[in-house]
């Protein structure tokens, strides 16, 4: 006899006992090759089995589990708009059952008298005999008995393979779990599971794969989940101690004067959520630790005339500070409403984008360097190579869910090329005589200590709380939610395709009434043809067909002035466009979503989107808030053919609903996180078990947890938290990027 082998959670699948090659094979093929990546192969769900019944005992219209030989079978083709049917008769020797599959003309090879099944399924009265239809089956080998089921008994459902089954992965695991589950350590202290009312860590194991109630399974994946969860919260959270502790940014001054200055620049008056939200930035901006918040408010809340406030702070503390805006033509509207508010001022403002010559790049970039630059306001532009700061003190990413994390950390970069070169770090001095918001730069200081922006994002998509929590947890969040006042809400209509002429009737109305219109479609060229969910052939309408069909001689619009615009066109096209269209010179723009973020035409009051089945519910809202920037009231008509169940939701939730708050809890819901925010993309490890949308209430009990308990120990350094701390790198290490900590 060969010595026993110690298992550890290491072992290989094939070394285990009761473990046949073949399985261990298929499972290898599926990843799991050791004990412990055996246990932490998790079911997808649960499943109820009742106990199992005789035949004879079975009463309709209840769903059973039973066994039995078949002993005929038959397949009858399909006609005249019927379907195929595939017939069988099972016996088990007290009485006959009739099973039954639709449109599946395969089981002919899988079932033939003589085969023993057990089946499972919805029983209903049929002639005068019982039947059930698409039942679930399985087919019962002779040389492995499978024990009836006397009692209801929850089973395991595994992802599976065409090589091995789930039930040969459930009996894999029943047979190999109990070895794993002693050598499973639990990362959390007693008190939280007792706190928490979660189960050990190898029993949480046991409750999932073993479960002996519904329940159980639950309160099993409930543990796991939430240290899912909890994890990703503890990395948060250390990220966000780490760099609070480590890096600094130059603390601005603030003063009733310099606050007077900036005001005075400003056309209106700020609404009090705006002046909430300032005070919580300059909160932030006057403090050396830096700043990393989120301003989120709806589209036309007025988000810009904030982050211009951050960056005066910055010049009236003689820093740089730096907008950056996802497209050229949003870049230079920034850059022509902040010129405009600061005509006359000593604030240098400068504008960067990617389509400047290369000599006045050059000319640009040195100023920059030198400090001759207080505001630049760019495109990525500002994140590329070369664009050195003299002393980038405010870093504003307008748009954010347009870039994603790593321009974030990009832009947060450029502070540091700014290390002991630029005046930042030293403390303001008599912030009351800065109250100028346009002294020039000081020269460099020896002792600057490393530096980094104070970072603020901006979006007009809402990120739900829940989302917020875990792809941005590393931000505070100030939320602007009410519009400057004088806004009408836009009125929202959706309509078939059918009606497109009536639309375009009411349009042709509105237009010779004096207002002008946004007309948006999905491309820019001759329509592409494609075959809709339905199997019909459609097409995509383009700027090109529809303002053919609009302008031509007895088209809705000949005779109005239409002008296309969509990112083909040069920039100088655009401008000029733009510029006609804000003058009144061109009544109907053909667009493509280019005008979803920027332009500000409040003259423009009505909105026409043609097939808005193709856009997601931010991006229809973000076009409409194009609209309803004026006295008059907005509509907003969205011709859309409800292709899929999907697409129908999201016109019905755009109809009612005109908060984008709202709107982006929907859009989450409908079509998850990860598309509406690129999780993936995110570096955000996406859960096996939590579930975003289910598990939000746990996910703030990890959050709170974890925030509490990475306040108590930073750095997670007690010998009884090396468990926990292996975990989480293992988890999140390359995310959080200080793996090396400690
Ligand atoms: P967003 O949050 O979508 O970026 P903007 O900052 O572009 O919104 O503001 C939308 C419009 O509202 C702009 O024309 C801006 O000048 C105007 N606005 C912003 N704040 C106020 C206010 N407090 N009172 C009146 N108009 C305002
Ligand atoms: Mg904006």
Request: aromatic fraction near 0%; avoid cysteine; charge should be positive.
């Given at each position: 006899m060969s010595a026993p082998l110690e298992i550890t959670l290491h072992t290989p699948v094939k070394q285990l006992p009761g473990v046949r090659a073949s399985n261990a094979t298929a499972l290898a093929a599926l990843g799991v090759h050791n004990l412990g990546q055996l246990a932490a192969y998790l079911p997808m769900r649960h499943e109820a089995h009742q106990a199992e019944t005789s035949i004879a005992e079975i009463r309709p219209g209840t769903i059973v589990t039973t066994r039995g030989e078949v002993t005929a079978t038959r397949s009858v083709a399909g006609r005249s708009g019927k379907k195929s049917r595939f017939e069988a008769v099972l016996h088990d020797g007290t009485g006959r059952l009739d099973l039954v599959w639709f449109n599946a003309p395969y089981m002919r090879r899988t079932l033939h008298p003589g085969v023993r099944l057990s089946v499972h399924g919805d029983v209903r009265a049929f002639g005068s005999g019982i039947q059930v239809a698409n039942p679930k089956y399985s087919i019962l080998d002779d040389a492995k008995p499978e024990p009836i089921a006397a009692e209801a008994r929850v089973r395991s459902v595994y992802p599976a393979s065409e090589h091995i089954s789930s039930n040969v992965i459930e009996e894999v695991i029943r047979a190999t779990l109990p070895l794993a589950l002693p050598l499973i350590d639990d990362h959390l202290l007693p008190e939280h599971r007792r706190k928490r009312e979660l189960p050990e860590l190898r029993e949480a194991y046991r409750m999932i794969h073993l479960p002996e109630t519904e329940a159980e399974a639950a309160g099993g994946r409930r543990r796991l989940a939430y240290d899912e969860l909890l994890l990703l919260q503890l990395g948060v959270h250390m990220k966000r101690a780490h760099l609070r502790g480590t890096l600094r940014s130059p603390a601005l001054a603030w003063s009733a004067t310099i606050d007077q200055h900036i005001r005075a620049r400003f056309p209106f008056a700020l609404t009090p959520d705006q002046n909430r939200v300032l005070k919580e930035v300059t909160a932030d901006l006057t403090k050396d630790t830096p700043t990393n918040r989120l301003i989120q408010g709806d589209v036309?809340?007025?988000?810009t005339i904030v982050a211009l406030y951050a960056m005066l702070l910055a010049a009236a503390s003689r820093h740089q500070a730096a907008l950056m805006a996802p497209t050229e033509l949003l870049a230079e509207q920034h850059f022509a409403s902040i010129s405009g508010m600061l005509g006359g001022s000593k604030v240098r403002v400068r504008l960067l984008t990617g389509s400047m010559s290369t000599r006045d790049r050059a000319v640009l970039l040195r100023e920059l360097e030198r400090g001759e630059i207080d505001l630049l306001i760019g495109t990525h532009a500002v994140i590329s190579g070369g664009v050195k700061f003299h002393s980038l003190a405010v870093a504003v990413i307008d748009e954010q869910h347009r870039f994603g994390v790593h321009q974030r950390a990009a832009l947060r970069s450029k502070g540091d090329a700014t290390v002991g070169k630029a005046g930042i770090g030293v403390p303001p001095t008599e912030p009351e005589t800065a109250g100028s918001i346009s002294e020039p730069p000081h020269g460099p200081h020896p002792h600057a200590a490393p530096l980094t922006p104070h970072v603020l994002v901006m979006t007009a998509t809402p990120i739900p709380r829940t989302l917020a929590l875990t792809l941005f947890g590393d931000l505070d969040v100030s939320t602007i939610r009410t519009l400057p006042p004088g806004r009408k809400p836009v009125r929202t209509r959706v309509l078939t395709p059918d009606r497109t002429d009536l639309v375009y009737q009411f349009v042709r109305r509105r237009i010779d009434a004096g207002d002008q219109v946004y007309i948006v479609v999905p491309t820019i060229d001759s329509d592409a043809l494609l075959a809709s969910s339905t199997g019909v052939e459609t097409s995509i309408a383009s700027v090109e067909s529809v303002m053919a069909r609009l302008t031509s001689p007895g088209g809705a619009l000949s005779g109005v002035r239409v002008a296309a615009m969509h990112g083909r066109l040069t920039q100088e096209e655009r401008d000029a466009t733009m510029r006609d269209f804000r003058d009144g010179r061109i009544r109907a723009l053909v667009a493509t979503t280019v005008i979803e973020v920027g332009v500000d035409v409040p003259t423009a009051n009505v909105m026409v989107i043609e097939q808005a089945e193709r856009f997601g519910l931010s991006q229809l809202h973000q076009l409409r808030g194009r609209v309803g920037r004026g006295r008059k009231q907005s509509v907003c008509l969205l011709i859309g053919d409800a292709v899929t169940e999907v697409a129908g939701q999201r016109l019905a939730v755009m109809r009612r609903v005109n908060d984008g708050f709202v709107l982006a809890e929907r859009d989450f819901e409908i079509r998850g996180p990860g598309e509406v925010f690129g999780l993936r993309q995110s570096g955000v490890a996406p859960f096996k078990v939590a579930d975003l949308m289910n598990d939000r209430d746990l996910l703030q009990l990890a959050t709170r947890d974890a925030a509490a308990w990475i306040a108590r120990s930073p750095a997670l350094a007690r010998p009884d938290e090396s468990l926990v701390r292996r975990r989480l790198f293992k988890a999140h290490g390359p995310w959080i990027g200080i793996g090396d900590v400690g």
């Open positions: 036309g809340s007025g988000k």
